[in-house]
C-alpha cells in the first residue's frame, strides 16, 4: 500500500469497447464469486423450484460439487480452506420464516449445519472468518427492520454477536488477518441518512472505525492494512478509495462517472472492475485506480452484472441477462492476463 495519498478526478480517454475472451461458463446461474485461492469458483442460481450451488474448478470450469436446496438462496461463501460452503436461506419449512446459515461439506454435498438466526430481513451478504471458526451474515434495514450482522460460531452454530449497522445494503467481511469486521451502515450527516462503513475488532467486537461520507464495503487489502470503498452519493460521481486501517487515513482515491459502480479490486490494488448502475447496464470496465485510466471496456447485448477477479488476476467472474430474472455466469480473461 502506498503511504500518500493520490486523488485523481475522473477517468481518461475511454478504451476501445470490445468483447472479453471468454474461458467458461455456468448456465442458469446468477452470481459467482473465486475461493480466496482463486482455485474455485462457487456460483449460485435460482428458480421456482429453489436454489443450486456450484462449485468449479476456476481454470476450466469443470464441476467440482452441486448442491441444490428447495429455497433460493440469498448469498453464499467458501472457508479458507476450501472444504466448507455456506449459504442463507428463508426457511418455512415449519410454518415460521426463520433466516437461516446452512453449512454443506464440499467433499460430499451433505448439509452439515443449520443455524437459525433473528434477522427480520434477507441474509443478502455472508463470509468466513479466516480460521472458518465463525461465520457472519447481514440483513440490510428496509421498512425499518433488519440491520444488524449475525456472527455465529461454524461448530455448533452459537450466536458469537449481533452487531447493529443499520444499512439499506448488505454487506460483511472479515479482515484477512481475522482481527477486524467490515459492514456497510448508515449514518445521518446533515439531516440526511447517507451510506457508511463501520469496521470492529473482532477480540472485543467495539466499533473501531466509521466511515460516514457514503462510502460502501468492497474488499480489504490481502494484509488487512487496508480497505478498498465506493463512495456512492446522489447526484456525486461515484469515488474508490483505499483506507489505512485503523486510522481510518486515505491513501487512493479517484473519481468514476456519475453512476458508475465497483465490484472489486485487484490484489495488487491496481485495477477496479467497474460498471453502470443505472440502465442500459451492458458495459464492463477495468479501470487502472493508479491513472484513472480505462484499461479494457467490454460491451454485451445484455445487461451485465460485474462479479469478483480472481487471486492472480488472471480472471473475473459477471453475470449476463438470458431473459427477464435469469442469468448466466460467465468467467473470463482479464486484459493484463
Do not use: C
Not at 218 to 235: C, E, N, S
Amino acid at each position: 500500500m502506498i503511504a500518500v495519498a493520490v486523488a485523481l478526478a475522473g477517468q481518461s480517454t475511454p478504451a476501445v469497447a470490445t468483447t472479453p475472451t471468454e474461458a467458461w461458463t455456468a448456465p442458469g446461474q446468477s452470481w459467482a464469486l473465486f475461493s480466496d485461492d482463486g482455485t474455485l469458483v462457487l456460483s449460485a442460481g435460482n428458480t421456482a423450484a429453489g436454489g443450486r450451488l456450484e462449485l468449479r474448478q476456476a481454470g476450466t470450469g469443470a464441476v467440482v460439487r452441486v448442491v441444490t436446496s428447495p429455497f433460493k438462496f440469498h448469498a453464499v461463501a467458501l472457508s479458507a480452506d476450501n472444504q466448507t460452503i455456506a449459504a442463507t436461506v428463508t426457511d418455512t419449512s415449519s410454518g415460521a420464516t426463520v433466516r437461516t446459515i446452512r453449512l454443506y461439506r464440499v467433499s460430499t454435498g451433505a448439509l452439515v449445519r443449520s443455524i437459525p438466526t433473528s434477522a427480520a430481513r434477507e441474509l443478502d451478504s455472508l463470509h468466513f472468518a479466516p480460521d472458518g471458526q465463525t461465520i457472519a451474515a447481514m440483513d440490510a434495514r428496509s421498512y425499518e427492520r433488519g440491520g444488524q450482522v449475525h456472527v455465529h460460531r461454524v461448530s455448533d452454530g452459537a450466536r458469537v454477536r449481533l452487531l447493529t449497522v443499520p444499512a439499506t445494503t448488505a454487506g460483511v467481511r472479515f479482515s484477512p488477518d481475522g482481527r477486524f469486521l467490515a459492514a456497510n451502515d448508515r449514518v445521518v450527516a446533515d439531516g440526511r441518512a447517507v451510506p457508511g462503513v463501520r469496521v470492529f475488532r473482532t477480540d472485543t467486537w467495539a466499533s473501531t472505525l466509521s466511515l460516514a461520507d457514503g462510502n460502501l464495503l468492497v474488499r480489504w487489502t490481502p494484509d488487512g492494512a487496508g480497505l478498498w470503498t465506493k463512495r456512492i452519493l446522489p447526484g456525486v460521481p461515484t469515488g474508490i478509495r483505499l483506507v489505512s486501517m485503523p486510522s481510518g487515513a486515505v491513501q487512493r482515491s479517484l473519481d468514476l462517472d456519475l453512476y458508475d459502480g465497483v465490484s472489486d479490486v485487484t490484489d495488487d490494488g491496481t485495477l477496479a472492475l467497474t460498471h453502470r448502475l443505472v440502465a442500459p447496464r451492458r458495459t464492463l470496465t477495468f479501470t487502472s485506480t493508479l491513472t484513472g485510466a480505462d484499461v479494457a471496456t467490454y460491451e454485451f447485448g445484455q445487461d451485465v452484472f460485474p462479479g469478483d477477479i480472481s487471486l492472480d488476476a488472471t480472471l473475473f467472474t459477471y453475470a449476463r441477462t438470458t431473459a427477464p430474472s435469469a442469468f448466466d455466469v460467465h468467467v473470463a480473461r482479464t486484459p493484463t492476463s
